[in-house]
């Protein structure tokens, strides 16, 4: 079973939605970040979590916000979904004091 | 703003050859540096870290790390088909609290 785990891996939704993306992870590391990526773009931190009662603004933050449920779990949430969100949106991990982050398999949103 | 940066490319060498990937990074008290692969529409994946200057060897990848000149950057011996993908050059800087900063990546293409 893959250590990180995200759902739904793709999504379709409307202007105005609201959506949730899941990660859920069993290496048991404190750490946990969402990410978005745009073609030519390169990876941009959206928001990251130190431990589950530490919740940090990233890069693009707006139009954004998370949930960290447990160590284990970490939710991203659009508000009112806008197609300038479309994107593959990826979650990651790492232990304190290891900086190596490891992902998982990504969510591809579409937003109509 | 720490920034990292990479050719976009695409570097295109034939089977077997040496492929250089190249990467600079503004912060100069930055502590570690990552390579991370990532194929088309997949989660990037880690190949090698290095924090010290000099080089370091993993099968057919090598990294090498210049602080004195900011600079980072990936070798790969025998090119081959398979290592065709995106490599995405990645950054520790000094005081950031463990959030990496992401070059945009260079797409690399091995010709059979």
């Known amino acids: 079973d893959a250590d990180v785990t995200q759902t739904p891996r793709n999504r379709i939704t409307k202007t105005g939605k609201r959506i949730m993306l899941e990660c859920s992870q069993t290496?048991?590391?404190?750490?946990m970040y969402w990410y978005r990526q745009d073609p030519g773009l390169g990876l941009q931190l959206i928001y990251y979590?130190?431990?589950?009662?530490?919740?940090n603004k990233g890069e693009i933050s707006d139009g954004y916000s998370v949930s960290r449920q447990a160590q284990a779990k970490f939710s991203l949430s659009l508000e009112s979904a806008i197609p300038n969100q479309t994107a593959l949106y990826f979650c990651?991990?790492?232990?304190?004091?290891?900086?190596?982050?490891?992902f998982g398999p990504g969510t591809r949103l579409l937003v109509l | 703003q720490k920034e990292v940066e990479q050719n976009s490319g695409p570097l295109s060498v034939p089977e077997g050859a040496i492929a250089s990937l190249n990467c600079t990074y503004s912060?100069?008290?930055?502590?570690?540096f990552f390579w991370y692969r990532q194929y088309s529409g997949k989660s990037p994946e880690l190949i090698m870290s290095?924090?010290?200057?000099g080089d370091k060897e993993d099968g057919r990848f090598t990294a090498q790390l210049n602080k004195a000149s900011q600079y980072v950057s990936l070798l790969i011996r025998d090119s081959q088909p398979s290592d065709s993908a995106t490599y995405l050059c990645?950054?520790?800087?000094?005081?950031?609290?463990?959030?990496?900063?992401f070059g945009k990546g260079t797409l690399l293409t091995v010709n059979p």
């Open positions: 990651a991990t790492s232990d304190p004091g290891k900086e190596t982050q490891y």
């Open positions: 290496k048991g590391h404190d750490r």
């Open positions: 979590s130190f431990d589950v009662k530490d919740i």
């Open positions: 912060d100069r008290v930055s502590q570690s």
């Open positions: 290095i924090y010290s200057n």
């Open positions: 990645a950054v520790l800087p000094g005081g950031s609290n463990y959030k990496l900063t």
